[in-house]
């Protein structure tokens, strides 16, 4: 069954410092991997796209890695802000026939970085 | 460039009666996909339209739920007789193409339907 899992499910850090989020996936045939970060009450907003071939990618303060063989992820967030606070929503796409495919999502990390 | 709207954000309902939601895709997008979240769950795929088509409607229930994305207009998500457990957010996304590979995906605000 294609699954994605995040660990921890809640984290509290004070502002400035480091995380990093977890992501183990079971998906089948696998096609790309995404962090999206979702305020609260708003829509997921992507921060990085990966492809098999990638093992790490950045976006200012956030890094993202990804191991394909263990079927790992993790997103590192440097110094944090108050604007980090939210939840970090890891991704797995899936090839489905062709060119379609289909998203599975995990249940989130909830970040919140107190001052 | 307007971002994906979704409209109305919050939407009361009793049970019983019809709710329909409505994503206006971003310029250009043609791909719409609709997704259900509940409180302490991930995004449930739910259905994926281009215009005028269903492409995949294999996360939709099988009954009270349809999806249209019609050649003009936005696409609308349509709950009939809603149920309590119907309460969730229900977010929209769009992309100018479909998901292959890295294809990037936009989504919306959300809405968010609560059936009383």
């Known amino acids: 069954k294609n699954q994605v899992e995040q660990s921890p499910q809640s984290l509290i850090i004070l502002e400035g410092k480091n995380c990093t989020l977890q992501c183990n996936y079971t998906v089948s045939p696998f096609s790309n991997l995404r962090w999206y970060k979702q305020d609260t009450g708003r829509g997921p907003v992507s921060l990085t796209i990966?492809?098999?071939?990638?093992n790490t990618k950045s976006n200012r303060r956030y890094t993202a890695t990804l191991d394909a063989d263990t079927k790992q992820s993790s997103l590192h967030i440097t110094a944090s802000q108050l604007s980090d606070s939210a939840s970090y929503i890891c991704?797995?796409?899936?090839?489905?026939?062709?060119?379609?495919?289909?998203?599975?999502f995990g249940t989130g990390t909830l970040l919140a970085v107190q001052p | 460039n307007a971002g994906v709207m979704q409209n109305p954000r919050h939407l009361v309902r009793r049970r019983g009666q019809e709710a329909r939601l409505r994503c206006s895709p971003m310029?250009?997008?043609?791909?719409v996909y609709w997704y259900r979240q509940l409180p302490e769950e991930g995004l449930k795929f739910m259905v994926y339209l281009q215009k005028e088509n269903i492409i995949d409607e294999s996360g939709m229930p099988k009954e009270r739920f349809s999806a249209e994305f019609p050649k003009e207009g936005p696409s609308i998500l349509r709950i009939q007789q809603v149920v309590r457990g119907d309460s969730a957010a229900y977010f929209c996304?769009?992309?100018?193409?479909?998901?292959?590979?890295?294809?990037?995906?936009?989504f919306g605000e959300g809405s968010r339907l609560t059936v009383l």
């Open positions: 991704v797995v796409s899936a090839r489905y026939g062709g060119a379609t495919n289909k998203l599975i």
């Open positions: 996304a769009s992309s100018p193409r479909g998901l292959s590979n890295t294809g990037e995906l936009f």
């Open positions: 310029k250009g997008h043609s791909h």
């Open positions: 990966m492809t098999f071939s990638e």
